[in-house]
């Protein structure tokens, strides 16, 4: 039988202790499947330039928020009638066709719709602007 060190057997057997890297804890969740959980590393100070195109990048996506919450804002305040003939929303093609949609109901969900979209995008965007 090998000799073994005295106070690095696993108690109960003749088994010399498992080496274990410390760099990944296993753990054992309900269903019995491993999970491996590395460590935090520490963020290194960033450098001058990365400073400046961190702080650029918040400034731009602060200034695409503002412009998304101004457009929100603007659709938020138009408002649709019940069978007003006067409700039109005009769809403009690249090639300069144009659609008019006259019906209340259609203008209304549109601008739903629109409005929708902008939120979701606002929300994307202030998930970026993170110190």
């Known amino acids: 039988m090998p000799e ?14 498992k ?4 760099s990944v804890v296993k753990k054992l969740p309900p269903k019995g499947e491993i999970i491996e959980m590395k460590p935090i590393k520490e963020n290194a100070p960033l450098t001058v330039e990365e400073t400046i195109r961190r702080v650029n990048e918040l400034q731009d996506n602060i200034d ?3 412009l ?5 804002e603007a659709v938020s305040l138009l408002k649709f009638g019940e069978y007003n003939e006067k409700d039109v929303i ?11 949609i006259k019906s209340s109901s259609l203008c209304q969900e549109s601008a739903e719709l629109i409005k929708r979209r902008i939120s979701e995008h606002i929300e ?8």
């Open 4 to 17: 073994q060190a005295k106070g690095k057997d696993v108690q109960g057997t003749n088994l010399p202790a």
């Open 19 to 22: 080496q274990v890297d410390q």
């Open 64 to 66: 695409l928020r503002e």
């Open 68 to 72: 998304l919450k101004r457009h929100l």
């Open 90 to 100: 005009v769809l403009v093609s690249h090639t300069g066709e144009k659609y008019e």
């Open 124 to 131: 994307q965007v202030e998930q970026q602007i993170v110190l």
